[in-house]
Nanobody, 123 residues
Framework: QVQLVESGGGLVQAGGSLKLACAAS????????MGWFRQAPGKEREFVAR????????DYADSVKGRFTISRDNAKNTVYLQMNSLKPEDTAVYYC????????????????WGQGTQVTVSS
């Protein structure tokens, strides 16, 4: 059974930084692309970033490009999201997700999701 557990959320002032982590279990972590998504109140969930199973390729939403960095440590079965220069509009629940299919890039579908971690950026 695949499990994803996010951590690292919290309250931060605009311009500050946070680093989210997502610990995965239940299958061979290094075979699957990973992604981060977010959902703000009253809005649909949106893509933030994704990383290839090898860690050698990444993609970002335009809204976070240059400020956020996704990375992974396959030895620790963990994916990270370093968030710098945070803005109030980054306030959301952040979810990590894993691709449904192994060794697929870019992933067609994210099949498993974590429970989310709240990020609040005050102005």
């Amino acid at each position: 059974q695949v499990q994803l557990v996010e951590s690292g959320g919290g309250l931060v002032q605009a311009g500050g930084s946070l680093k989210l982590a997502c610990a995965a279990s239940g299958r061979t972590f290094s075979n699957y692309a990973m992604g981060w998504f977010r959902q703000a109140p009253g809005k649909e969930r949106e893509f933030v970033a994704r990383i290839k199973y090898s860690g050698r390729s990444t993609d970002y939403a335009d809204s976070v490009k240059g400020r956020f960095t996704i990375s992974r440590d396959n030895a620790k079965n963990t994916v990270y999201l370093q968030m710098n220069s945070l803005k109030p509009e980054d306030t959301a629940v952040y979810y990590c997700a894993t691709a449904r299919r192994a060794l697929e890039w870019p992933p067609v579908e994210f099949g498993f999701w974590g429970q989310g971690t709240q990020v609040t950026v005050s102005s």
